[in-house]
């Protein structure tokens, strides 16, 4: 085990980041500014190794890797605005950086140079605990996405359409609401034990893992968590609670592979009889063919000629986004990291990209109202000099891409509107996302010390 100290003003990035070393058996901490790095140098803070973003809020990160250097604490460097081998021989040969890593990077990758720079003997690269004799069974039907064993079948499901498996224990309170980094969760039992079935002599339950950190939503959004998991590139599950309410997320290598959901209204029959692709009357047919046949619903529809593989697949895509979605307006509940992730040979293979998940969903789901008070007229935005995606791996439309193009920092939003033929509604959902996505950002009217900073360490 090695003591790890995480320094990242990216506060679900850095949430991740001791998420994964809190997995791997370490104690990791993370301080989100400089001197909040500076201050747990102090006596009785034996720190094995640290993680130094060089772009901090309040001061240099040089400045910290100095200062571990002069408390023999080995580091290793990340950014997202400083790359190339300049900045890397910088950090290493000048500033005392064991290694330095750009942004976006492969989070596993960067784990195991800490540890190595902690002294902690390397550990096999072996594939993460797999989802998949509790949890998928329980949650969610493997291919369908989002069945639960209490639900009944989806020809009785009309009458009561938003049938939720209660959890009696609900997750703990952060100790202290006012840090950015939340506590671990206690026990992950507490959260899915409930909505699990007795399990059968023949197939004795299995402990859960606990997830690594817990937080609070009101706290930050579902799309900067999102962004976490693309910037490190990482798998494992985001599990979402407001209420009785459990979603949870699936990512490889920073990418959405499967939602689930324990509401029944989003199952994956009721979700393609609102898309129009049965009636409930044809949907009550294939759940009596499923039952007979022992099938999924999906497969069942294959099986009928409802379905073709490809339109299964893009139904099942479009539905993953809609439970995302209902997330996006949550002010409150709680968010959970876990290095669990679902393998199974009989799951459709998704891969939904977050950065346009995000974009068509704030276009989606937030009223003209809502933008407003979100982006006001006033506002000033600027590009973020770290973003966590490429803008080339964004689709932006023309008029979209003219916005983003705008949005210098020199122009009001109410200017912006003023530039582009795009509708109100459309020009404030573009920015929103955009700053939802780490793309653009509001900075203070009084520079900070950041802001000051030359694009040298």
């Known amino acids: 085990m090695a003591r790890l100290l995480i ?13 994964m070393a809190q997995s791997r058996g370490h104690d990791a901490k993370a301080a989100s500014t400089g001197e909040a790095a ?25 400045e910290v890797l100095a200062a571990l250097r002069a408390h023999g604490i080995p580091a290793i460097a990340v950014s997202g605005v400083y790359k190339g081998d300049r900045f890397a021989q910088e950090a290493v040969q000048v500033h005392g950086a064991r290694t330095f890593f750009e942004k976006p990077f492969e989070l596993i990758t960067v784990m195991e140079a800490l540890e190595q720079a902690g002294g902690v003997a390397p ?16 949650l969610l039907d493997a291919e369908d996405l989002i069945v639960l064993e209490e639900f009944p079948p989806e020809s009785e499901e009309a009458a009561e359409p938003l049938q ?8 703990p309170e952060p100790a202290d609401a006012e840090h950015a980094l939340p506590l671990p969760f206690a026990r992950r039992e507490q959260v899915w034990s409930e909505s699990a079935a007795a399990p059968t002599p023949s197939s004795p339950r299995r402990a859960l893992p606990e997830w690594s950190l817990s937080g609070v939503l009101g706290d930050t959004t579902l799309a900067r968590l999102l962004n976490a998991y ?31 959901s324990n509401l029944a209204a989003e199952r994956f029959g009721r979700f393609c009889v609102r898309q129009g692709v049965l009636s409930d009357a044809r949907l009550a047919e294939v759940a009596a063919f499923a039952k007979e046949h022992g099938l999924r619903t999906g497969e069942a529809m294959l099986r009928l000629g409802i379905l073709d593989a490809a339109r299964r697949k893009q139904l099942l895509e479009e539905q993953v986004k809609e439970i995302i979605w209902s997330t996006f307006p949550w002010k409150d509940g709680r968010f959970g990291f876990s290095a669990m992730r679902p393998r199974r040979t009989d799951l459709v293979k998704l891969s939904v990209f977050p950065g346009d998940l995000v974009l068509e969903g704030v276009a989606k789901t937030e009223t003209l109202v809502t933008l407003r008070q979100h982006v006001p007229r006033t506002r000033r935005l600027f590009p973020t000099a770290d973003a966590p995606y490429g ?23 109410e200017d912006l509107l ?9 020009t404030l959902a573009t920015l929103r996302a955009l700053e ?15 802001h000051r900073i030359s694009f040298g360490l």
């Open 230 to 260: 693309y910037e490190s590139r990482h798998h494992g599950e985001l599990k979402l609670q407001q209420g009785q309410v459990l979603k949870v997320v699936y990512f490889e290598s920073g990418r959405i592979v499967y939602a689930a």
């Open 391 to 413: 803008l080339h791996e964004l689709k932006l439309e023309g008029p979209q891409a003219l916005v983003l193009a705008y949005a210098d920092g020199s122009k009001t939003v």
């Open 123 to 138: 550990q096999p690269r072996a594939p993460p605990p797999i989802a998949e004799s509790v949890l998928l069974d329980e």
């Open 38 to 62: 500076l201050e747990a140098l102090g006596p009785g803070q034996p720190w094995d190794a640290a993680l130094v973003d060089l772009l901090l809020p309040d001061i240099r990160g040089s």
């Open 7 to 19: 320094v990242e003003d990216n506060h679900e990035l850095a949430s991740l980041i001791v998420a």
């Open 436 to 450: 939802l996505l780490g793309v653009l950002e509001e900075r203070p009217d009084t520079p900070s010390r950041r």
């Open 418 to 426: 003023s530039l582009t033929d795009l509708p109100e509604r459309q």
């Open 164 to 171: 939720v498996v209660p959890s009696t224990d609900p997750l």
